[in-house]
């Protein structure tokens, strides 16, 4: 699926590289592993080939769909959770999206924490996942479209003005 020097997305933690393969020896049984290395803090992660999809590795969005995800962002009238709902059911829900391996989930609680911000102060842990949420989808578009982080930020923080 993936070669090394292929830039892919691991859940929760976003844009690595495959800097390479291995194999290791669990038990009796050979396992393949990739050998990825997270952008943000060079953390090293391994994933086996044969778990890599379970896992949510992937590739970066293709250019057409950063459109999508933008998409998401600018509409402001649906929202994933009822702002009457608990913080807790709120939390674990956003939670999960944060984690999951689709940016359009994670654009989703972007979207929805900023409308939520602008009704009344975010807690300190949604305010974690908002700054979360952007960075991943900031990193991604980032890499996909080879701007400067700081530009696709820009662009973002315009939809939320």
């Not at 291995?22 to 943000?40: C, D, H, P, R, T």
């Not at 940016?103 to 949604?126: C, H, M, N, T, W």
Request: charged content about 30%.
């Amino acid at each position: 699926m993936f070669k090394v020097n292929d830039f892919t997305f691991y859940p929760g933690y976003g844009v690595g590289i495959i800097e390479s393969t291995s194999v290791q020896m669990i038990g009796s049984a050979e396992v393949s592993f990739y050998n990825i290395k997270i952008l943000e803090n060079n953390m090293k992660i391994m994933v086996p080939l044969k778990n890599a999809a379970e896992v949510g590795l992937r590739p970066l969005l293709c250019e057409n769909e950063i459109r999508k995800v933008f998409e998401i962002l600018e509409s402001k009238t649906k929202q994933t959770f009822s702002r009457k709902e608990s913080w807790n059911k709120r939390y674990n829900g956003y939670n999960s999206k944060l984690c999951s391996s689709c940016l359009f989930e994670v654009a989703e609680v972007l979207r929805d924490l900023y409308l939520l911000k602008v009704e009344k102060e975010l807690s300190f842990a949604e305010k974690k996942m908002f700054e979360k949420a952007k960075h991943l989808i900031v990193k991604e578009i980032s890499m996909v479209t080879q701007r400067p982080e700081n530009y696709v930020e820009e662009q973002i923080n315009r939809i939320f003005i």
